[in-house]
């Protein structure tokens, strides 16, 4: 799930990206940090105030509560 990083975390990941040292894989890593950046323009905050039964689910992308 996109929500096992905190957005803060994910952040932290795309610049240490940058600083990796390693040039035989910085295209690959490039591409990574891409993905990163997505996540973190896609990150839901979920706000669980609707409510279905037992289940919560976010107004805002609809993923349940676990």
């Known amino acids: 799930m996109m929500n096992d990083f ?3 975390e994910l952040r932290h990941l795309a ?3 940058l600083y990796c ?3 035989s ?3 690959k ?4 940090r891409e993905k990163i950046k997505s996540m973190i323009d896609n990150y839901c905050e979920h706000d669980y105030r609707t409510s279905n039964e037992s ?7 609809g993923i349940r509560e676990r």
């Open 25 to 27: 894989r910085r295209e």
């Open 6 to 8: 905190t957005k803060e």
């Open 15 to 17: 610049d240490a990206i």
């Open 29 to 32: 890593l490039l591409l990574i």
């Open 55 to 61: 289940h919560f689910k976010c107004k805002d992308c």
């Open 21 to 23: 040292p390693l040039e």
